[in-house]
């Protein structure tokens, strides 16, 4: 029974595939692998970076961190083979996946899979603190920073503010330049969406300049209804410093996806290789706390690559169901 098996699953059983440590790369498998991830001060960057280091430890294949605008761009690197890894969330990969999104121009990209969930993307608001905003509405007129033009804010925003009807400025670029923006009171609000706690908005609580502005019910409600691949998220109490209470909101899950063409016993190595490494994972961002593989059953809809399906149906004795 390996590691992660016997700690997620219970009675799940792992056929040990895994290369001895120090052994070469297989032959079938790339050299080196791009990972596709978002720009610094965010989620997946830092959770990108834990990632990285492991898979060039466990693979004995270096992995290169590609910074980028989200999972627009993610998606797209895939599709042209420029990155085999990225990270997605669900939303943006069921637009990319049907063709729906503006920003597809009505192409479906198809080369993506499903590999391993990583935790939940809760979309935050929050204000300086001495702001006097006490509600989104009063953000009418002003500028919002939502992250790089291609991320989840940056392609939810605009709908969310439509449905809410709430005019006011977007902002995009990286979550350190925004953050920087809202320190020197160019930036009114920030819209994050990502593993929380998130990095930029952490190093503003620090310095006590943030606080919440929450959704309301009835807000949930309408964007819920707006879009239904938006589920039910909460901000836990405790996730900054001075946050003492817990706050509704609505998220997306984030997966990390391959390259279909990736080799089927790389991909298998790799997902056991991050459920193996879990701790060190959460060491890198603590929302891989939910990097766990129970929470597969997240994606409903994008294929499993075949050597995440093996990895899945290994770790599952006959007539086990991962629970939800």
Same mark, same amino acid.
């Given at each position: 029974m390996r590691a992660a098996a016997a700690r997620w699953l219970g009675a799940a059983m792992?056929?040990?595939?895994?290369?001895?440590?120090?052994?070469?790369?297989?032959?079938?498998?790339? @050299?080196?692998?791009? &990972?596709?991830?978002?720009?610094? /001060? #965010? %989620?997946?960057?830092? $959770?990108?970076?834990?990632l990285a280091r492991m898979l060039t430890r466990e693979l004995n294949v270096p992995v290169a961190l590609r910074t980028t605008e989200g999972p627009q761009e993610n998606i797209r690197l895939i599709e042209s083979g420029e990155a085999q890894i990225g990270f997605v969330t669900m939303g943006v990969a069921l637009q990319a996946w049907n063709g729906t999104g503006d920003w597809t121009g009505g192409h479906q990209f198809r080369a993506l899979r499903a590999t391993f969930p990583m935790y939940d993307t809760p979309f935050e608001f929050v204000v300086r603190s001495d702001s006097g905003?006490?509600?989104?509405?009063?953000? @009418?007129?002003?500028? &919002?920073?939502?992250?790089?033009? /291609? #991320? %989840?804010?940056?392609? $939810?925003?605009?709908?969310?503010?439509?449905?809410?009807?709430?005019?006011?400025?977007?902002?995009?670029?990286?979550?350190?330049?925004?953050?920087a923006g809202f320190e020197a009171k160019t930036i009114d609000l920030l819209a994050p969406a990502g593993g929380v706690p998130f990095p930029a908005v952490a190093g503003l609580d620090a310095k006590k300049l943030v606080e919440p502005l929450p959704l309301t019910a009835a807000q949930v409600l309408a964007l819920r209804l707006a879009m239904p691949e938006l589920g039910a998220s909460v901000i836990p109490a405790g996730s900054y410093p001075s946050l003492n209470r817990s706050y509704p909101t609505v998220g997306l899950y984030n997966f990390a996806v391959v390259s279909q063409d990736l080799p089927s016993d790389l991909v298998y190595e790799m997902v056991e290789a991050v459920f193996d490494h879990h701790d060190e994972l959460v060491q890198a961002h603590p929302a891989a706390a939910a990097t766990i593989p129970a929470n597969f059953v997240r994606n409903g809809f994008l294929p499993y690559h075949p050597g995440a399906m093996r990895w899945y149906g290994n770790a599952v004795a006959p007539g086990v169901m991962l629970a939800d």
């Open positions: 792992v056929v040990a595939l895994s290369a001895a440590p120090g052994e070469a790369a297989q032959p079938n498998w790339p @050299a080196t692998l791009t &990972l596709a991830t978002a720009s610094a /001060g #965010g %989620t997946y960057y830092a $959770y990108g970076a834990g905003f006490t509600s989104l509405a009063d953000l @009418a007129g002003k500028r &919002l920073g939502v992250g790089p033009h /291609g #991320g %989840t804010a940056g392609t $939810y925003l605009p709908k969310f503010l439509e449905v809410l009807g709430i005019p006011a400025t977007l902002v995009n670029g990286s979550w350190a330049e925004l953050a």
